[in-house]
């Protein structure tokens, strides 16, 4: 048995180095950022006190000296984006504020328990919003779509005097919605939606469309562009959604870059032979390792 326990182990650990290394940069407390203040920390109000201690850990909350600590409920979310205002918040987030030109980067610390929301939609949802400049960490101890973990950050930075813009609160809650429904229910990889809507927002940054027909075509070339088929319908919930983008005060080409690096990271994600092919091996020799560790024991 001691054997075999050993063995397991090993493995584990060298499996464990083949996976990249991605959670952000929270650990460590290096003190009070007196130029970008403390460290927020926003729960979901329907966590137990067991799961909101869970939810600190998760967060670790406790690495930093001081933290702004808030709570988001269902009125929250109908404050913030219409939502029902008898919902049920779990997901819970941490917001590191950063230097201008850092970029937005999240991460799903319990993507498990997050259902439908990838860290690329949060991404661009969040920049349709106008969150720019900051680390976001999502977590949840209970399995959620994870779409209210935005109202729990706009609400973050209405309570720091940061008023972000309704109408795009709203729309990019809306672009939330339609990218994590075409993703279900046309069974399409969410990092391909992320991929779209990331695309189409740079085409109108370069192309800077006048009118609706002129987004709608940027629509359609960038479906054609990532060979993805819609119904008729999503694709006008798609043209309908940009054309109300383009009528708020949004920035394209200020945000093109971080643009730039989603598209990025979301081509690694679809195209990162290498990574893949370390887990298959990290796989393959853990499996010959039980079988030789089997064989063995029938040798004894």
Known sequence: ??????????????????????????????????????????????????????????????????????????????????GNPNSNMYSSVKIIHQDNGQGLNIEIVTPDNITQVSKEMYTNALLTAGVENADVLVASSVKVSGHSALTGIYKAYDAKGVKLDEDRMQVASEELDIATEIAEEQGIDQAKISELLTEIKKA????????????EQIVQEQ????????????????????????????????VRNQLNDLTNGLQ???????????????????FRALANFFNSLIGE
């Open 1 to 82: 048995m001691k054997k075999w326990l050993t063995i397991v182990a090993v493995y584990l650990v060298l499996f464990s180095l083949v996976l990249p290394s991605t959670a952000l940069a929270s650990s460590g407390d290096q003190g009070i950022n007196e130029k970008l203040g403390l460290p927020i920390v926003v729960y979901g109000e329907a966590l137990t006190d067991a799961q909101k201690a869970e939810v600190k850990e998760l967060l670790e909350v406790n690495q930093h000296e001081q933290v702004d600590e808030f709570t988001v409920n269902g009125q929250d979310l109908a404050n913030y984006i219409g």
């Open 204 to 215: 109108i940054a370069e192309q800077d469309p006048a009118t609706k027909e002129e987004v």
């Open 223 to 254: 479906l054609q562009s990532l060979n993805i088929e819609l119904s008729p319908e999503d694709r006008q919930r798609l043209a309908d959604l940009f054309d109300k983008m383009r009528n708020l005060n949004i920035d394209f080409d200020q």
């Open 268 to 286: 690694d994600l679809i195209n990162d032979d290498g990574f893949w092919n370390r887990i298959v091996s990290a796989i393959q020799d853990f």
